[in-house]
């Protein structure tokens, strides 16, 4: 058994689809590896609150001794649900205008929770092809069907949304706002045209890159775009641009009660713990009020895409998330690896988290980055790009 592992081990390493644990040193914006700065370009921290001085002191000088405990001790049916737990659901609900929210320990225990809380055999799922990991984990717990449509072919999904409409109790339309390794987004308006068609479907949408980053208080697509009403779970995660921990889910009063007495990832975990709530409570209320730093991401952000987007094939991104597609994984490693060299944090991203041929770098744009941080990227990745 050993040996076959090995043999597994060996053979990713020779198609340099090997990972290992990195170690790392922040120091704000930047990351020290071997003994240099580096500019990173490579956390989901899209508002740069990660390592901010300020809101650290301002959120240790503000914490009520109540919230100050580091362990919840339990999960949140016995004994963990503090009442800082409460305060955050609130708020959440406040902001969407919603009837509930309710927040887990993660993304991961979010996505892979509630579709099977939700779904029977009776059920059918479409998902599009390029939904999270942790979204293609729940739906294989779950004992509903499922469909997976060509990414953001919509033509496809209302042809099998037509074809199945009849034949199940509920159809669960699943896809992310902005996608997590192509930085493109879902046809929201479209979406929502096809749930006001069936009086069974329902909508699942994943803002775990958006929220923060767009609308007018930060709340994703949704907000951006009006829809949050027509959206039948909403989730969102703490654990990017809020800098924190944790995730949520916007749905109806009605749901969240269900979800707490079928949603196993939270029925049997222990519960975050108070300080971290209060940290991310602070936070949300603290981004609310943070368009400027959302504005002058999107202009970094729009200025990286012109550069890389022609690059890209198929691939067009239109946000934050910009992929610099370079084909096989030894590619990307050496374009990495130069790039390193220039003093960019940049890490290859290899199948199986992408499709085989389209190994890439993803830029994760902060919006702690200066404009001569900016061009002096452009200005290295064209410089790379031509002597390829």
Not at 32 to 58: C, F, I, T, V, W
Not at 111 to 118: D, E, F, H, K, R
Not at 236 to 256: L, P, R, W, Y
């Amino acid at each position: 058994m050993t040996d076959s592992y090995s043999s597994q081990l060996d053979a990713l390493a020779q198609k340099g689809n090997l990972r290992k644990l990195p170690e790392m040193n922040p120091q704000g914006l930047y990351l020290m590896r071997g003994g240099r700065p580096m500019l990173n370009l490579s956390s989901n921290d899209y508002l740069g609150l990660a390592d901010n001085e300020a809101l650290k002191q301002e959120f240790l000088q503000t914490l009520d001794s109540r919230d100050c405990r580091f362990s919840s001790t339990s999960s949140r049916l016995l004994t963990g649900n503090y009442p800082i737990y409460t305060r955050l659901e609130n708020r959440l609900a406040q902001l969407y205008e919603a009837e509930s929210a309710l927040v887990f320990n993660s993304g991961y225990h979010a996505n892979s929770g509630i579709l099977p809380a939700v779904t029977d055999s009776r059920s059918l799922i479409l998902a599009d092809k390029l939904v999270h990991a942790s979204i293609v984990d729940g739906i294989g717990l779950s004992k509903a069907r499922c469909i997976r449509y060509r990414h953001n072919n919509y033509e496809q999904l209302e042809r099998l949304v037509a074809e199945n409409a009849g034949e199940y109790d509920r159809i669960f339309v699943v896809t992310e706002s902005i996608f997590s390794m192509d930085g493109d987004e879902s046809d929201l308006p479209r979406l929502v045209a096809l749930k006001h068609q069936y009086p069974n479907l329902y909508l699942y949408l994943d803002e775990a890159h958006a929220f923060g980053v767009r609308g007018r208080q930060g709340l994703g697509c949704a907000e951006e775009q009006g829809f949050i009403d027509d959206i039948d779970f909403l989730v969102g995660t703490f654990g990017k641009a809020a800098a924190s921990m944790g995730a949520f889910v916007i749905c109806s009063g009605e749901m969240k009660q269900y979800l707490v007495n079928t949603m196993r990832p939270l029925i049997f975990t222990t519960a975050l713990p108070p300080i971290n709530l209060a940290w991310t409570l602070f936070i949300v209320n603290k981004i609310c009020n943070m368009q400027a730093r959302r504005e002058h991401l999107a202009r970094i952000s729009a200025r990286v895409r012109e550069a890389l987007n022609p690059l890209n094939g198929n691939i067009l991104s239109s946000s934050h998330i910009i992929p610099y597609v370079l084909g096989e994984s030894e590619r990307a490693m050496a374009v990495a690896l130069k790039l390193q060299h220039e003093g960019f944090y940049l890490l290859p991203v290899r199948p199986p988290t992408v499709p085989p041929g389209t190994s890439r770098l993803r830029i994760s744009l902060n919006a702690e980055c200066s404009d001569a941080d900016i061009n002096r990227l452009i200005d290295s990745i064209k410089k790379i790009q031509s002597a390829l």
